[in-house]
């Protein structure tokens, strides 16, 4: 049981130059937030998990539940700074939020925090060195509203490249997860199908078997149920028979950490240097994000005056033993600029 838990982008057109020219610097171009606006999220434009074991619980799925019903779900746990928690689900589900104001990009510092659940493991022998425990990195998307629409639209959006993004070799824990015989590739054009169970596991075959999955990367095999969980983990107010996800797959992370003669396997999910959701702790500085970090679909960074809104999916494809699978979990989302801190 997960202990923790209980707890395409495009480039603009030329006309939009003026927020991806690396040369300009259109800051004057942002009305900066008046006296009444707030750090945190005021809207959900859309949510929708991956497959797994807190997906229809976090935020909890009814029967009479539509798309807009779960989108108003998720904002009242995360909106206007309740804290509450959802989960992502397995790679690639996702939310996408908004704020009654742009989130600006001050240069030389970090412009918001997107607070998660992540913590570290007091048992990590590796402490000194590599800092793990339940890492859970969420990739995160960002957009400025350049047509004052109101709304994301799918040409605006540019991801925030992280520390794997920029050489996932440099993460300190690479060489031994390598060793683990983990996926340590960075996939930039990743997709994932999770297919629509027939019916509810009943025997031990049928739990280990339960979602089938493949990818474009030619792997496949099932997102298993456990016994602590038993609602279904295929998303609820979803309708279609096949889940389809896309977007970049970061290296696996977690590994067993238990000494070879021990029966009792002990998963660790190390932290990523930077850039990330749900994979520093919430006090920390890499927790918080620089808008700066923002890059196109080529990875060339592009310069956003602000934002207006953010993505956030769960951005690796594994499992973790008794834990189950790696599921991003978000909490709230902060302009650090409003709250005043540096």
């Given at each position: 049981m997960n202990l923790k838990k209980m707890k395409p982008y495009a480039i603009l057109p030329t006309l939009l130059l003026l927020v991806v020219c690396s040369s300009c610097d259109k800051s004057d171009d942002i009305i900066p937030p008046d006296e009444i606006a707030t750090a945190y999220i005021t809207k959900v434009f859309d949510y929708m998990p991956g497959v797994g074991q807190y997906t229809n619980q976090m935020?909890?799925?009814e029967a009479n539940d539509?798309?807009?019903?779960?989108?108003?779900?998720?904002?009242?746990?995360?909106?206007?700074?309740e804290k509450g928690l959802i989960t992502l689900?397995?790679?690639?589900?996702?939310?996408?939020?908004?704020?009654?104001?742009?989130?600006?990009?001050i240069a030389g510092?970090?412009?918001?925090?997107?607070?998660?659940?992540?913590?570290?493991?007091?048992?990590n022998t590796d402490a000194?060195?590599?800092?793990?425990?339940?890492?859970?990195?969420?990739?995160?998307?960002?957009a400025y509203d350049a047509n004052k629409n109101g709304k994301p639209d799918a040409d605006e959006w540019y991801e925030i490249a992280g520390s794997a993004h920029n050489d996932p070799t440099?993460?300190?824990?690479?060489?031994?997860?390598?060793?683990?015989?983990?996926?340590t590739n960075l996939y930039t054009n990743y997709e994932i199908i999770y297919h629509r169970p027939t019916k509810e596991p009943e025997t031990e075959?049928?739990?280990?078997?339960?979602?089938?999955?493949?990818?474009?990367?030619?792997?496949?095999?099932?997102?298993?149920?456990?016994?602590?969980?038993?609602q279904s983990y295929f998303p609820g107010w979803f309708k279609g028979d096949k889940l389809t996800f896309k977007g970049t797959c970061l290296?696996?992370?977690?590994?067993?950490?238990?000494?070879?003669?021990?029966?009792?396997?002990?998963?660790?999910?190390?932290?990523?240097?930077?850039?990330?959701?749900?994979?520093?702790?919430?006090?920390?500085?890499?927790?918080?994000?620089?808008?700066?970090?923002?890059?196109?679909?080529?990875?060339?960074?592009?310069?956003?005056?602000?934002?207006?809104?953010?993505?956030?999916?769960?951005?690796?494809?594994?499992?973790?033993?008794?834990?189950?699978?790696?599921?991003?979990?978000i909490m709230n989302i902060e302009d650090l600029h409003i709250n005043s801190e540096d």
């Open positions: 935020p909890m799925y539509t798309q807009d019903s779960m989108n108003a779900k998720v904002l009242k746990a995360i909106g206007n700074n689900g397995g790679y690639g589900g996702y939310v996408v939020v908004g704020f009654d104001h742009t989130i600006q990009n510092k970090r412009d918001f925090r997107v607070v998660g659940n992540a913590f570290y493991a007091q048992n000194a060195a590599l800092v793990g425990g339940s890492c859970e990195p969420g990739i995160i998307m960002v440099k993460e300190l824990w690479y060489q031994k997860v390598v060793d683990a015989g983990n996926d075959a049928e739990f280990e078997q339960y979602i089938r999955w493949e990818d474009n990367k030619g792997n496949s095999g099932y997102k298993s149920k456990n016994n602590f969980h038993t290296p696996q992370n977690s590994m067993n950490t238990a000494a070879p003669d021990s029966e009792d396997p002990y998963h660790m999910l190390y932290r990523f240097g930077y850039g990330y959701a749900d994979n520093a702790m919430n006090n920390e500085e890499d927790a918080a994000i620089d808008i700066s970090w923002a890059v196109d679909a080529e990875g060339k960074s592009v310069n956003l005056s602000g934002v207006d809104f953010i993505k956030i999916y769960t951005g690796v494809n594994q499992e973790s033993g008794l834990i189950g699978e790696c599921s991003t979990d």
